[in-house]
């Protein structure tokens, strides 16, 4: 049997997404290679000052939403945040986290990383983590870069993605998915060619049941329920 299809859309900047890591760490545990995810990004944070300031005008701007997230974080005991965050440092923009994060991707399909070494997978949490817990500018290529580094990633071939405008080509497959599907959160995880999906701050639970619901009644397969 084929493996279930997972899509998943996500931001880089999104608190919901960090805290969500933990599920799909348990997913690939509980599932092996009974599911394949594909990541997607969603740039619900493509202009973050602007759209926050924004959206929390009237809720007192980026410390209002600062606040809203810390209280977020309050009820889940897996993850950290600075007390700064969303006050202090205000990455411009997610996309360029993206970019870079697709750059990695393209270096696995390759060969050039192997995708037993799961680059793109530490990579991306690394950079939420160094956002979220140490205030960094994870917008900033140089920042980006040390990310890198530190996790033994090629940072030149990482450049020559970008340069080369290929990573730029996946970012934008992001953008057409994301019309075709009308994602407009993060995180949203697609099944079954897109005919169900899960939205947001959804429970471990809740994923696995879609899934075991696919494993045992297969597309094309009848099914009274």
Known sequence: MNPIHISYFSDVLCVWAYIAQIRLNELQITFGDKIAIVYHFVPVFGNAREKLEHRWRDKGGLKGYSDHVHEVVKKFDHITVHPDLWTEIVPPSSMSCHLFLHAIQLLEVKGIIQPSEKGFEKATWALREA?????????????????????????????????????????????????EHTVSVSPTLIF??????????????????????????????????
């Open 131 to 179: 956002f979220f817990t140490k205030l960094a500018n994870v917008s900033d290529r140089n920042v980006q870069f040390a990310i890198a580094e530190a996790l033994g990633l090629p940072v030149s071939m990482i450049q020559k993605q970008i340069d080369s405008g290929e990573a730029y080509a996946q970012l934008s497959k992001d953008f057409d998915l994301v019309k």
């Open 192 to 225: 079954n060619e897109g005919r169900q999906r899960l939205n947001g701050n959804v429970g471990y639970r809740v994923i696995e049941a879609n899934i075991q619901e696919l494993l045992h009644n297969p597309p094309g397969e009848q099914s009274w329920c």
